[in-house]
């Protein structure tokens, strides 16, 4: 199945609170175990962008507004 659309993360504005990675309910969205952002937290990133659903769940849940889903036409 192809992606019906894919998320941005702005990893700068992202602090690693998690609420995306349960609130994703394919659990594709993980939390960096290597990478740091200016803000000195290690941010969500999508590990399989093929599996995004776009249904925003991780997008309403960030408190943040770390996160945008485009959805394909």
Known sequence: MAARGHIEFNENRCKGC???VFACPK???K???TAVNAM???PAGIEDM???TACANCAMMCP???IRVCRDQ
């Open 18 to 20: 998690e609420l995306c």
């Open 27 to 29: 659990k594709i969205i």
């Open 31 to 33: 939390i960096s175990e």
């Open 40 to 42: 000195g937290y290690h």
């Open 50 to 52: 093929e599996g995004c």
């Open 64 to 66: 943040d507004g770390a």
